[in-house]
């Protein structure tokens, strides 16, 4: 009987899945495929945009955190919550203002010159990559712990499902299934939490509290103030406008949606870290003490729902990560079109978006080959972050506000950015415990007024 | 501050969930609104331009 409840559970979020991705129907045109006919409502935006940055670390992750390190990691997730609120109000409608701009790439090569557009798109695409390399590992893990299966094969199968419809429908196929995936998560987690709160709380509320300031004051005394600022730094700056969520800015229907999108992802992000957190928490008295840190919610689950609770958490898991993975590989295709190809030679629309699909199942393929080399999931995004952030940021944001940003300082500040970041994780990493963002951003941002000044000198 | 720790988690999960009935809605008539793909006309009844 539990295995037929089971295996109805997970036949009908495929059905629907399946319903939904058919109904958003392939596109037929680039504009399409790589911004959705710049025609999102607000209610898609915000659950595309959540259901992208809800990844396994937002979601499996922080329950560990909650579990060992009890609110610590709320309050450092508020950092995310306030970066999401500053893009919101100050930069995504900017960049939704520009015209012909469907990427970040389009935004950086309008402000300054083709060089940087396409350096911008290398660095993208490569990230969107790495992103979906780490996303793919995820699936793979999630299927070996639920079922005992290789790695690779959930690896196969997740990226083989995402890649099908994220090929044949692009950015609208990609929201409208991350809708669909972020209604599933958002509803089941937090019920999940209820009843563990209604009747597995042993200690009753004070006993809730208790566990949360013990766990609290343990992760602040396993942590340095140099750590915390690290942290709180890779979260307010590592995926501040990362491709998929820039996509979603510039595909919103107005300059409106596009803002209050991002402000209402920015305060979900606050209800949803508390709701991770506390579920580690109440963990504490279910889960036996040094359990891994990713087990923790699939353990917590075991011990208090039914067999169908079970698979109800592997629907959950698989939405989360697909609705992550879709978005990076659309972004991916999109960023490689958009800003490497088409600045070189003069793509007709019908060709580009041929050049889009092939792209996404190349990345597709990249990504579930890189998987096998990630470390760790937390790992894996924490590198991307530390790139990401200052290689693009300053280029970007001091291109949007500067009246006459200058070429040299984009080159010089992209460059700078990513090879520092790069260099600090692969040479210094774990020599030092300043951690690598820190220093690979002051030399982004320094390296682009140097560059700035020095074009200012040459046109004096 | 118990009390007040745990009515704020059990607000957030509904807050949580109320979000997600949202934008289940807004899906629900997102995908409603979608036009179904027209099929191309059969060559009978293609007008020749000559």
């Not at chain 1, 596109?27 to 259901?51: D, H, T, W």
């Not at chain 1, 890649?163 to 958002?186: N, P």
């Amino acid at each position: 009987m539990h295995t037929v409840v089971s295996v109805a559970l997970v036949a009908g979020y495929v059905v629907v899945l399946t319903f939904v991705a058919i109904r958003a129907r392939a596109a037929r045109e680039y504009s399409e495929f790589s911004l959705a006919r710049r025609a999102l409502p607000l209610a898609l935006v915000f659950g595309s945009l959540c259901a992208t940055y809800v990844g396994p670390g937002f979601s499996i992750g922080f329950v560990g955190k909650g579990f060992e390190s009890g609110f610590l990691f709320f309050g450092i997730g508020l950092a995310y919550a306030l970066q999401n609120v500053l893009v919101g109000v100050l930069v995504a409608p900017r960049l939704r203002a520009l015209n012909d701009c469907h990427t970040l790439g389009d935004a950086i090569g309008q402000k300054y010159d083709r060089r940087c557009h396409v350096l911008a798109g290398v660095i993208s695409a490569g990230l969107c990559t790495g992103y979906a390399a780490v996303m793919a590992k995820a699936g793979g893990v999630v299927f070996k712990d639920v079922f005992g299966v290789p790695e690779w094969s959930g690896v196969v199968l997740i990226v083989g499902i995402t890649t099908l419809y994220t090929t044949s429908g692009g950015l609208r196929a990609s929201v409208v299934t991350d809708a669909f995936q972020f209604t599933a998560f958002t509803i089941l987690l937090p019920v999940v939490l209820l009843l563990a709160l209604g009747f597995h709380l042993e200690g009753g509320i004070a006993g809730f509290a208790e566990r949360a300031s013990a766990a609290t004051q343990n992760g602040l005394a396993s942590k340095t103030p140099f750590q915390i600022i690290g942290l709180v730094t890779a979260f307010l700056l590592g995926e501040t406008l990362i491709p998929p969520y820039a996509n979603r800015a510039l595909a919103s229907r107005t300059t409106r949606v596009s803002k209050y999108g991002f402000v209402l992802g920015g305060l979900f992000s606050i209800v949803w870290f508390a709701v991770m957190i506390s579920l580690g928490v109440a963990a504490r008295g279910i889960v036996p003490v040094g359990t891994d840190e990713d087990h923790i919610l699939l353990n917590m689950v075991k011990a208090i729902m039914p067999t169908e609770g079970y698979m109800l958490l592997l629907v959950v898991s698989v939405s989360v990560i697909m609705s992550s993975l879709d978005s990076l590989l659309n972004a991916g295709a999109v960023v490689f079109t958009q800003d490497i190809i088409r600045p070189i030679w003069k793509l007709p629309n019908g060709k580009a978006l041929d050049v889009g699909r092939t792209a996404t199942v190349v990345i597709a393929f990249a990504a579930a080959a890189a998987a096998a080399a990630v470390p760790t999931i937390i790992d894996g995004l924490l590198v991307c972050y530390t790139i990401w952030a200052p290689a693009i940021l300053p280029a970007l944001v001091l291109g949007l506000w500067l009246k006459k940003p200058r070429p040299l300082a984009g080159i010089l500040s992209m460059v700078v950015g990513a090879l520092v970041a790069g260099l600090s994780q692969l040479v210094a990493g774990g020599l030092t415990k300043v951690p690598a963002i820190l220093p690979a951003l002051g030399a982004a941002i320094l390296a682009y007024f140097l560059g700035h000044a020095l074009s200012r000198e040459k046109g004096a | 501050m118990g009390t007040v720790l745990f009515i704020l988690v059990i607000l957030a999960a509904i807050v949580t969930i109320a979000s997600g009935v949202w934008v289940a809605t807004g899906l629900i008539s997102a995908v409603a609104s979608f036009k179904p793909e027209r099929p191309a006309p059969p060559d009978s009844e293609r007008v020749d331009p000559s």
